[in-house]
T-cell receptor, first 111, second 108 residues
Framework: EAGVVQSPRYKIIEKKQPVAFWCNPI?????LYWYRQNLGQGPELLIR????????DSQLPKDRFSAERLKGVDSTLKIQPAELGDSAVYLC?????????FGPGTRLLVL | KNEVEQSPQNLTAQEGEFITINCSYS?????LHWLQQHPGGGIVSLFM???GKKKHGRLIATINIQEKHSSLHITASHPRDSAVYIC??????????FGQGTRLTINP
């Protein structure tokens, strides 16, 4: 069975540019998470979806970050405009219940 | 103060040594996860436990709910065990609160 798929794996952009990340969760998993992980830190939740509904986006910086999961399956996370401090690994995870399954992450470097 | 604290932050040991990584949490939890993250790789769930002890191969995880403390042990450590080990507290059914991770390096 395929795991959580994320693309791209790496992205380098200049500050003030937009960037988008894509996640395809494990088939049948209704819950989808986006996390941000800074170097040497544990992941921090950005947003959680139950099907197509964002049920927890309290930690999402809404001035520049947006996310969508229109059909309740795959999801995109966008940053516009990117800032230097956005350099991090962006992890997507999906879950059928309590256990979360993580994707490989997208490593973003903002120059 | 973080809700989930791990120690040590970095650990270097020789192959064969017994490894212990500690996790303390200050929030109410329904379960606790131990996760493994290899450089450039995704996160893999090792254990989810809500009481007592679990064992998988050379890995052992214990939790003391009263003391709000969990430990991950690795017996007969091997260089391939080198990774970041992350403790995460499950609040309710869905919310994970992560520790900052412990970077383990096992030298041959």
């Amino acid at each position: 069975e395929a795991g959580v798929v994320q693309s791209p794996r790496y992205k380098i952009i200049e500050k003030k540019q937009p960037v988008a990340f894509w996640c395809n969760p494990i088939s049948g998993h209704n819950t989808l998470y986006w996390y941000r992980q800074n170097l040497g830190q544990g992941p921090e939740l950005l947003i959680r979806y139950e099907n197509e509904e964002a049920v927890d986006d309290s930690q999402l910086p809404k001035d520049r970050f947006s996310a969508e999961r229109l059909k309740g399956v795959d999801s995109t996370l966008k940053i516009q405009p990117a800032e230097l401090g956005d350099s991090a690994v962006y992890l997507c995870a999906s879950s059928p219940g309590e256990t979360q399954y993580f994707g490989p992450g997208t490593r973003l470097l903002v120059l | 103060k973080n809700e989930v604290e791990q120690s040590p932050q970095n650990l270097t040991a020789q192959e064969g040594e017994f490894i212990t990584i500690n996790c303390s949490y200050s929030v109410g939890i329904s379960a606790l996860h131990w996760l493994q993250q290899h450089p450039g790789g995704g996160i893999v769930s090792l254990f989810m436990l809500s009481s007592g002890k679990k064992k998988h191969g050379r890995l052992i995880a214990t939790i003391n709910i009263q003391e709000k403390h969990s430990s991950l042990h690795i017996t007969a450590s091997h260089p391939r065990d080198s990774a970041v080990y992350i403790c995460a507290a499950l609040q309710g059914a869905q919310k994970l609160v992560f520790g900052q991770g412990t970077r383990l390096t096992i030298n041959p």
